[in-house]
């Protein structure tokens, strides 16, 4: 079919919010965070211990995932909406969908990298400035 049609990006538009909700209830175990919880005497103010807590954190977990889904969905049809803008299809495909979402990745972690590698060295000044230290052999 036709990947800037309308009915083709509605489908994979409704897949991705669906995969993600799948995805999201498979990798975020909220029963073992509930027990967890439970066992390090943990709670969350105002929610009884045990399975009230594992439905309120999958409560919670869906109302996080629907936006988030929302705009995966709306990133990958991206080049269709732009190409209906009347955009060449080849800046829309190079600058929309996936290649999108690969560059946030990319400066995202590369962003995690730069603050762990500066908190790294901060601990490291920290360790060697304090006055009464004597190394250990």
Do not use: C
């Not at 799948?22 to 969350?44: E, H, Q, W």
Request: a positive charge.
């Amino acid at each position: 079919g036709n990947m800037f049609g309308l009915w083709y990006n509605v489908v994979f538009a409704s897949l991705i919010v669906i995969f993600t909700f799948f995805y999201t209830a498979i990798t975020v175990p909220t029963n073992k965070m509930a027990d967890d919880l439970k066992r390090s005497g943990g709670f969350i103010p105002g929610v009884k211990p045990g399975v009230e807590t594992a439905d309120f954190l999958d409560r919670i977990m869906s109302l996080i995932t629907f936006p988030g889904s929302l705009f995966l969905a709306l990133i990958a049809v991206f080049p269709a909406i732009i190409v209906s803008l009347s955009v060449q299809q080849s800046w829309a495909m190079f600058y929309g969908g996936t290649s999108l979402i690969i560059m946030v990745g990319v400066a995202i972690d590369t962003i995690q990298q730069i603050n762990s590698y500066l908190l790294n060295k901060h601990y490291d000044g920290l360790m060697k400035s304090g006055k009464n230290r004597k190394a250990v052999a």
